[in-house]
């Protein structure tokens, strides 16, 4: 069983930066595939970034070359550094976790099991 809590998310302008946090509890954060996502209103939830038990990562091409995600196995802790944001990177930003089975990463919601609440990360034009 994991639990995640996202942190970090605020009002940045455009061209901005900005870096969010996830908190992860259990003992095999190391061994799960985690991941982020996106949800704007009126939209569906949308892939973000990925990263592999091993540190491979993956990310949307939308978000290629501006964010970065990353992980601390020792504080079960994974960011998203996002840089050059965009008014269209306005979202709830979800971070989730897969089964310590699959130490891989994917794209699809459905292949994550574990969800936090979720952090709004809002950018002004």
């Known amino acids: 069983q994991v639990q995640v809590v996202e942190s970090g998310g605020g009002l940045v302008q455009a061209g901005g930066s900005l870096r969010i946090s996830c908190a992860a509890s259990?003992?095999?954060?190391?061994?799960?595939?985690m991941g982020w996502f996106r949800q704007a209103p009126g939209k569906e939830r949308e892939f973000v970034a990925a990263?592999?038990?091993?540190?491979?990562?993956d990310y949307a091409d939308s978000v290629k070359g501006r964010f970065t995600i990353s992980r601390d196995n020792a504080k079960n802790t994974m960011y998203l550094q996002m840089n050059s944001l965009k008014p269209e990177d306005t979202a709830v930003y979800y971070c989730?976790?897969?089964?310590?089975?699959?130490?891989?990463?994917?794209?699809?919601?459905?292949?994550?099991?574990?969800w936090g609440q979720g952090t709004q990360v809002t950018v002004s034009s």
């Open positions: 989730a976790a897969r089964s310590s089975y699959f130490g891989f990463t994917s794209r699809r919601p459905g292949d994550y099991g574990y």
């Open positions: 259990g003992r095999t954060f190391s061994s799960n595939a």
């Open positions: 990263i592999s038990r091993s540190a491979n990562t």
